[in-house]
């Protein structure tokens, strides 16, 4: 039986969060943040993320199973196929989505921001490529990096 947990996920002072950024020189604008809420053994896992207002996500491919909800703000997304840039649209707060893998997409904070919350089911444990600005594969997020990124996260909460 798992652990019970409770959050208010739009108090996000109270969580803890880990900032993804690049330098000044990065293609475009990366500054976001990410809280990691669960992970079960059959490969469900729960992230919360914000974006800062204006800045990008890193650019990458799903690799499992992926919804998301707004909770605040809207979030800019780009979508691609063979390197093209073939879809844009805005979710806004309530905007549920659910992608297969294999998405390949780019996502920005609105003029606010964006906080979104992220269900992935990836049972193989394999769950994101971050891609360079040519779709090259820098590296592959795993429910393993998310583990050992929790048990760093629970210990700077409980700091």
């Not at 921001?113 to 444990?125: H, I, K, N, Q, T």
């Not at 394999?126 to 990096?145: A, F, K, S, W």
Request: with cysteine.
């Amino acid at each position: 039986m798992s652990e019970a947990i409770n959050h208010n996920l739009l108090d996000i002072d109270s969580l803890s969060w880990a900032h993804f950024q690049e330098t000044a020189d990065y293609p475009y604008p990366v500054s976001y943040w990410g809280n990691i809420l669960n992970i079960d053994s059959a490969g469900h896992i729960s992230v919360l993320y914000r974006w800062d207002p204006g800045t990008y996500c890193h650019f990458h491919r799903h690799l499992c199973e992926t919804t998301s909800v707004v909770l605040q703000g809207e979030l800019h997304v780009q979508t691609f196929e063979n390197g093209k840039p073939v879809k844009s649209g805005i979710r806004r707060v309530g905007d549920y989505a659910k992608k297969p893998s294999n998405d390949v997409h780019m996502e920005k904070g609105g003029p606010e921001g964006a906080l979104v919350l992220f269900e992935l089911y990836a049972p193989d444990g394999q769950l994101t490529e971050q891609l360079d600005p040519n779709g090259n594969v820098l590296r592959t997020l795993t429910t393993r990096d998310l583990q050992r990124a929790l048990a760093k996260q629970q210990m700077q909460a409980a700091a």
